[in-house]
Structures are given as structure tokens and as C-alpha cells.
């Protein structure tokens, strides 16, 4: 039931994402339906005044510029812009906000040594004003890449960057294994892309037991590790296990997304627990909102009601 229901659901999801008249309509209506749940704005002014919001109530926040696979120069520059300009605006308001970036957005796909140059800039900029920057993991075929720039940041110095490793990757226990001695900042996910099964796990459930895996090594080692999760039995196992290891809260926070699970996000805030949101931003949505929909029905629901109540 789990194996066919779950990822035949995942499959159609994501696989209207390549359909050019599902993507016209929900370009066209998204926002007004149910996207603004889950996208905090399209521009910077507007994720602004979400991320101060947040940080009013005590949430430490991240955000990150909407879009992947830029291939041309220009646009590429104006995604390093416009990432300058939030850690800037961030720092005059003294946000508890960093930055995520992809790859694939700073030239990634026209070499690693692009997507580098920009990171690193991206990275400098930020360390100015203290602030940290998240590497986000795309595809599968991108994790040695993503791995490898990662690496060669810290070996350059720029300590205030880290990086996501995905559950449902069959790679990830070695990954992660090769990375802790660098004391590194993980965020650790199930992952949301539709990978195949020669190199990813299949079934929720094996994917949920590798998640749990991971978390308790990273935890049980150096660095900091962000539980990015929306599972009440993963949460609790997490307290449960830091508790009875001594591993204080300098060492993890839960980091949910923006519009998933907020009484979950009020109620850990209020036990003493760090918790970030995820709020993501930008006129280039459309992907990120079909992923969310595809990993929770709850979430295509809610978009459901939206459309019929109107």
C-alpha cells in the first residue's frame, strides 16, 4: 500500500510539473489559490516583511531565491545580486535569517567552477555580517558536485557555510560519514525529487528508518545538525535522544517549512526548542509548490479547498 498509493501519487504530482497546461493554470491562479501558504511573497520586499513577522515571535528563519537550472550569465548575475541585497537587508534589521542557495541557480550547470565563484562570493558577503549560507541539494546526479564545492568551501575557510543531505539516497550514510570529521552544518532531509529505485529508497517506511539512522549519527557526532521535519514520531524520537545523550540545543534546531504543521512550529518553540522556518521566495514557485503538494496530500487539499471555495 505504501510502496504503490504513495509514490503513484509522488509520480503524478511531480510529473505534471513537465506539463505545460498544468503549469499555465497554476502560474495563472496559483498564488491566489493557496501558493501564498506556502511562498512568502514574490519579491524581496514582501519576504521581508514575512521574515520579520517570524522573528517577532521568536523563530529563527531561512530563505531562499525560487528557481534552478539557470543556464545564462545574466540571470545567473542577477540571482547573486538580488542574494547580496537580502543579506544586506537582513543584517540592517538584525534578522535571526540566513540565506539557502542552489547550485543550479549560480552556474552549476555550466561548470562547478562557476557555481563556486558565486557561492564563495555569496559566502563572503555573508560572513561580513556574520551570517550563515546553506548549500541546498538538488538531484541526484548533483550530490558529488554539491558535495565537492561544499568541501572546497570550508578547505577555503568560509566556515559559516553547510549543506543538505538527502534520506532516500541509498549514497547518503557515506556521505555523511565522510563529511563529520569536518565538523560540518548538515540539514538533514528525506528528500523531495523523483529519484529511481537503483539509487534511491522507495517505500516511505525504509526511507523514514534511514532518516532516523542518520540523524542519530549526526547527532552523536561534531558539528550541528537541522531536523528538517514534519513528523510527530521523528520530532520526538529527536528529543528523546538528544535528552538522554547530553546534546544540548547549540547543537540542532527543527527547521520546518513556511505554512506546514505552524501549531507543531509554535508548540517546540515554546518547549525551549530552536526552531527555524523555511520561507522561501520569488516569482519562480511553481516547482517548489508542486513538490510540497506531492509529499503531503494534506497540502494538495488544501489547495483544493481554495480553488472550490472561491
Do not use: C
Amino acid at each position: 500500500m505504501d510502496l504503490s498509493v504513495n509514490n503513484v501519487f509522488r509520480q503524478a504530482i511531480l510529473g505534471a510539473t513537465q506539463n505545460r497546461a498544468v503549469r499555465g493554470l497554476v502560474d495563472r491562479h496559483g498564488m491566489r489559490l493557496g501558493a501564498a501558504r506556502f511562498v512568502a511573497g514574490e519579491t524581496v520586499d514582501e519576504v521581508l516583511e514575512v521574515l520579520r513577522a517570524l522573528d517577532r515571535r521568536g523563530f529563527k528563519t531561512n530563505t531562499t531565491l525560487l528557481g534552478e537550472a539557470i543556464h545564462d550569465a545574466t540571470t545567473i548575475q542577477e540571482v547573486v545580486d538580488t542574494y547580496v541585497e537580502v543579506i544586506d537587508r537582513i543584517a540592517a534589521e538584525q534578522l535571526r535569517t540566513n540565506v539557502s542557495v542552489k547550485l543550479t541557480q549560480l552556474g552549476l550547470d555550466i561548470s562547478e567552477d562557476e557555481a563556486y565563484r558565486n557561492t564563495a562570493h555569496i559566502a563572503e558577503h555573508a560572513e561580513r555580517h556574520g551570517q550563515f549560507v546553506r548549500i541546498d541539494m538538488e538531484e541526484s546526479t548533483r550530490v558529488n558536485a554539491t558535495l565537492a564545492i561544499y568541501r572546497r568551501l570550508l578547505a577555503e575557510g568560509h566556515a559559516n557555510t553547510g549543506t543538505v543531505l538527502q534520506a532516500y539516497l541509498y549514497r547518503t550514510r557515506n556521505d555523511l560519514r565522510g563529511l563529520l570529521p569536518l565538523e560540518p552544518n548538515l540539514r538533514l532531509v528525506k528528500g523531495a525529487y523523483l529519484e529511481p529505485p537503483a539509487v534511491a529508497y522507495q517505500r516511505k517506511r525504509d526511507v523514514n528508518i534511514n532518516y532516523v539512522k542518520l540523524l542519530r549519527k549526526s547527532l552523536s557526532e561534531g558539528g550541528y545538525t537541522a531536523v528538517a521535519t514534519h513528523d510527530d514520531r521523528v520530532i520526538d524520537h529527536v528529543i528523546n535522544f538528544t535528552a538522554k545523550h547530553g546534546i544540548g540545543t547549540e547543537r540542532f534546531e527543527f527547521q520546518m517549512l513556511y505554512g506546514i504543521r505552524q501549531k507543531l512550529q509554535e508548540e517546540l518553540l515554546l518547549s525551549g526548542y530552536p526552531v527555524l522556518v523555511a520561507t522561501p521566495f520569488g516569482p519562480e514557485w511553481y516547482y517548489y509548490l508542486m513538490r510540497r503538494m506531492a509529499e503531503r496530500p494534506a497540502n494538495l487539499l488544501f489547495v483544493a479547498r481554495q480553488a472550490f471555495s472561491r
